[in-house]
């Protein structure tokens, strides 16, 4: 693909695109060191120094038990003295498995300086266990990993936030790198930083949004997109990161608690909700799926 292509005017069927298997393993990172300790997006303004560890650690064993008791592999990453946000390990890396080749791991360079330490850690992660690693070589094109992209369910297209912390050019250097077009979403409520926070994928038809979160161009997209958009209400997907479930077998969607008028679309769709406490981590404005990143 021409990499001066207007992806905001890109239209696909990701119907018609190639298959991609499900993935299977999950890789987490422990929360020792979790808190708040300065704020970087606006769900943190309030909590500075105000994480219980204790009850972090048990929400956090708690999601790692639901992703095991779903069937799931999980791995885990040691948490590093220093890096609070480690935990929330989407954000570090893009890993993909091309068509051809070796597993392949796209590196963020992250936007906001407090967590560029994280980078090298989740890469040494990776190279050890035969990941070819992909860096963005200019400093000015920020890209913050699965925290804006996602794939959609079973096939090979990748959709991918922009405004806050990825800056839209990322996606000009990454569309060879993971074998697939990229449907390329404009963000644009602070609240909902990155693409995880108002856009989970639930099947080939359905994904669930919050639709005040993009532009009307990128809303249509999603429209184009997906036969079934279900509408989060903005209270909750601000308040409870309602979008920032996980349905990680386009069957069970695992989401924080609470978001009671979410849950009812979701169920009324078909998926069987399982509802968890990420409560420490809403204080980071962190939830589900920027607690996981998934290998394959």
Not at 35 to 54: K, L, Q, T
Not at 87 to 100: C, G, H, K, M
């Amino acid at each position: 693909m021409n990499t001066e292509t207007s992806f905001s005017e890109l239209l696909i069927d990701p119907l018609a695109q190639p298959s991609r298997p499900p993935s299977t393993t999950v890789l987490m990172a422990e929360p020792t060191y979790f808190d708040v300790e300065y704020v970087i997006n606006p769900h943190m303004a309030e909590h500075v120094g105000g994480v219980d560890r204790d009850r972090a650690s048990r929400q956090w064993a708690a999601l790692k038990d639901v992703y095991e008791g779903l069937g799931l592999v999980v791995e885990v990453l040691p948490a590093e003295p220093g890096l609070v946000d480690l935990v929330f390990i989407a954000n570090q890396s893009f890993p993909t498995q091309p068509i051809e080749g070796p597993p392949t791991a796209i590196l963020s360079n992250m936007h906001a300086p407090q967590r560029r330490a994280e980078v090298p850690v989740v890469a040494r992660w990776l190279e050890a266990r035969g990941w070819r690693l992909v860096s963005i070589e200019d400093e000015d094109t920020h890209f913050e990993g699965m925290g804006d992209v996602n794939w959609h369910p079973g096939r090979r297209v990748v959709y991918g936030g922009f405004g806050w912390r990825t800056t839209r050019n990322a996606y000009s250097h990454r569309n060879y790198e993971v074998d697939a077009p990229v449907v390329a979403l404009e963000l644009v409520d602070t609240r909902m930083y990155h693409l995880d926070t108002c856009f989970s994928p639930l099947d080939e038809h359905t994904a669930l949004i919050c639709a005040e979160a993009f532009t009307p161009q990128s809303l249509a997209l999603l429209e184009a997109s997906f036969p079934r958009l279900l509408r989060a209400p903005l209270d909750e997907a601000v308040g409870l990161l309602s979008c920032n479930g996980h349905c990680p077998d386009q069957r069970h969607f695992i989401v924080q608690r609470g978001a009671s008028r979410t849950n009812q679309l979701v169920r009324e769709a078909g998926f069987e909700v399982v509802e968890v406490d990420t409560s420490e981590f809403l204080k980071s404005g962190g939830s589900v799926q920027c607690m996981k990143l998934m290998l394959d």
